[in-house]
């Protein structure tokens, strides 16, 4: 096990270098051809504001890989409401869906009216005054984008979620790591944690309040439990051995790990008030990176019991175990996707490391990252995106792709490497 433990976190290690500060700059790697036409019109005054909410939502719609915004050079008009509009014009630039408003200072705030207008139905389909603090112009802009893409998708827009990751500064015994939490696109980062030992496997709460994750700082792993808001947090698992990949049930009662107190790393699930330990798996295997279902009924995990790591569902009530993935000789890390139809995963090809998505229905394995270095991937709470980490020439940088392997983009670091994405329950 010590061998084990420590090529886990030699790899980890070699895949990490500086890192200088956590705000990411989104760089769209690849764009889809059927993505929705819209127009995302600079709002009126909002040249006088400190953050230019227009292009926010122009971003966030195009980073979802459901639309392809107009770039503002080929705008030859610039409403600022729904009776300023000239649809004509609009559908000679093919556009189908187009976004207006005005922006303004409000006391020590700001006021943000916007409208969403159907252009070939000329119709207005959305309206609305959003209020935003000092500071909060572009939550205010996530929100509207969420209204946005939830009114002509149907799905609910997932871009006021949040994301946790690792980053590490230095080399060897200089490396410093730490644990930050970000708005979905990247900004706004905020450190919770810094460590000269590894952190590893940020793990959201469903309510979004804590994240459990592994810290090194005993020179053993320990899971713990920190409250993002108040910074306070509890040591959850200490044994010897393996204490990882904590992973919540839905209702937030219990925690789901790797240990490997009685020997191999098993699967545990961990009554958290009561501190009670129910063990999930029983066999000579490595058996990790577990994950419950929507429902709290299942429990996907990773096992090498058939002789490399392929995914296995545990049912919950009767106890009977089942593999789920048989394409190819590696399949690991698997996520149910929100709506529990289909499962993601790290699959490894012959072009490397890759996310794929498999449908449960029908077992059909897809593809969907052009990455061969993927890991650690987190399934956006409605279901649309993916995060993952991954390599851009010697840098570790976030990726994520569209569920359906259309589109995808970057959220690199500016001077180092981020790792382990966790993205965010909705933030109700």
């Given at each position: 096990m010590k061998a084990l433990m420590s090529a886990w976190l030699t790899a980890m290690l070699l895949l990490m270098s500086s890192v200088a500060h956590a705000n990411l700059t989104i760089e769209i790697t690849r764009g889809s051809d059927r993505a929705t036409p819209i127009a995302v019109v600079p709002f009126a005054g909002g040249d006088e504001l400190p953050e230019d909410v227009a292009q926010v939502i122009h971003d966030n719609l195009e980073r979802s890989g459901y639309f392809d915004p107009l770039p503002r050079r080929q705008m030859f008009d610039q409403p600022s409401t729904s009776d300023d509009v000239r649809f004509d014009d609009w559908r000679t630039l093919d556009v189908r869906y187009l976004v207006v408003g005005n922006a303004s200072q409000d006391g020590d705030g700001y006021r943000l009216q916007f409208e969403l207008m159907d252009v070939s139905g000329e119709r207005r389909m959305l309206g609305e005054v959003v209020t935003a603090g000092n500071?909060?112009?572009?939550?205010?802009?996530?929100?509207?984008?969420?209204?946005?893409?939830?009114?002509?998708?149907?799905?609910?827009?997932?871009?006021?979620?949040?994301?946790?990751?690792?980053?590490?500064?230095?080399?060897?015994?200089?490396?410093?790591?730490?644990?930050?939490?970000?708005?979905?696109?990247?900004?706004?980062?905020?450190?919770?944690?810094?460590?000269?030992?590894?952190?590893?496997?940020?793990?959201?709460?469903?309510?979004?309040?804590?994240?459990?994750?592994?810290?090194?700082?005993?020179?053993?792993?320990?899971?713990?439990?920190?409250?993002?808001?108040?910074?306070?947090?509890?040591?959850?698992?200490?044994?010897?051995?393996?204490?990882?990949?904590?992973?919540?049930?839905?209702?937030?009662?219990?925690?789901?790990?790797?240990?490997?107190?009685?020997?191999?790393?098993?699967?545990?699930?961990?009554?958290?008030?009561?501190?009670?330990?129910?063990?999930?798996?029983?066999?000579?295997?490595?058996?990790?990176?577990?994950?419950f279902s929507p429902d709290g009924r299942s429990l996907l995990f990773t096992s090498d019991r058939s002789g490399g790591p392929q995914i296995y569902r545990h049912d919950m009530a009767s106890g009977e175990q089942e593999r789920m993935?048989?394409?190819?000789?590696?399949?690991?890390?698997?996520?149910?996707?929100?709506?529990?139809?289909?499962?993601?995963?790290?699959?490894?090809?012959?072009?490397?490391?890759?996310?794929?998505?498999?449908?449960?229905?029908?077992?059909?394995?897809?593809?969907?990252?052009?990455?061969?270095?993927?890991?650690?991937?987190?399934?956006?709470?409605?279901?649309?995106?993916?995060?993952?980490?991954?390599?851009?020439?010697?840098?570790?940088?976030?990726?994520?792709?569209?569920?359906?392997?259309?589109a995808s983009f970057r959220l690199p670091s500016a001077q180092g490497d981020v790792r382990e994405p966790a993205w965010s329950p909705f933030m109700n």
């Amino acid at each position: 096990m010590k061998a084990l433990m420590s090529a886990w976190l030699t790899a980890m290690l070699l895949l990490m270098s500086s890192v200088a500060h956590a705000n990411l700059t989104i760089e769209i790697t690849r764009g889809s051809d059927r993505a929705t036409p819209i127009a995302v019109v600079p709002f009126a005054g909002g040249d006088e504001l400190p953050e230019d909410v227009a292009q926010v939502i122009h971003d966030n719609l195009e980073r979802s890989g459901y639309f392809d915004p107009l770039p503002r050079r080929q705008m030859f008009d610039q409403p600022s409401t729904s009776d300023d509009v000239r649809f004509d014009d609009w559908r000679t630039l093919d556009v189908r869906y187009l976004v207006v408003g005005n922006a303004s200072q409000d006391g020590d705030g700001y006021r943000l009216q916007f409208e969403l207008m159907d252009v070939s139905g000329e119709r207005r389909m959305l309206g609305e005054v959003v209020t935003a603090g000092n500071g909060e112009l572009r939550s205010a802009a996530h929100y509207i984008s969420d209204q946005i893409f939830e009114a002509i998708t149907d799905i609910r827009g997932a871009f006021s979620t949040r994301i946790a990751y690792v980053t590490a500064n230095g080399v060897g015994d200089d490396m410093q790591f730490a644990l930050y939490v970000a708005d979905a696109d990247g900004r706004n980062s905020e450190q919770i944690l810094s460590s000269r030992e590894p952190i590893l496997s940020p793990a959201w709460s469903p309510d979004g309040g804590k994240l459990a994750y592994v810290s090194f700082e005993t020179e053993r792993p320990a899971i713990y439990i920190q409250d993002i808001g108040s910074g306070q947090r509890v040591r959850a698992t200490s044994f010897e051995g393996i204490n990882g990949a904590p992973a919540w049930s839905p209702d937030g009662r219990r925690l789901a790990m790797s240990l490997s107190k009685d020997g191999q790393p098993e699967i545990y699930v961990m009554d958290i008030a009561a501190r009670d330990f129910q063990r999930i798996t029983n066999n000579s295997a490595i058996d990790t990176e577990p994950s419950f279902s929507p429902d709290g009924r299942s429990l996907l995990f990773t096992s090498d019991r058939s002789g490399g790591p392929q995914i296995y569902r545990h049912d919950m009530a009767s106890g009977e175990q089942e593999r789920m993935t048989y394409t190819g000789n590696y399949n690991a890390r698997g996520r149910f996707a929100p709506d529990g139809e289909s499962i993601f995963l790290i699959h490894r090809s012959d072009r490397g490391y890759q996310v794929a998505r498999q449908d449960l229905e029908t077992d059909r394995l897809i593809v969907l990252s052009d990455s061969g270095a993927a890991e650690s991937p987190s399934v956006a709470p409605n279901g649309t995106m993916v995060i993952f980490a991954t390599q851009h020439g010697n840098s570790g940088v976030l990726g994520a792709v569209t569920a359906d392997g259309r589109a995808s983009f970057r959220l690199p670091s500016a001077q180092g490497d981020v790792r382990e994405p966790a993205w965010s329950p909705f933030m109700n």
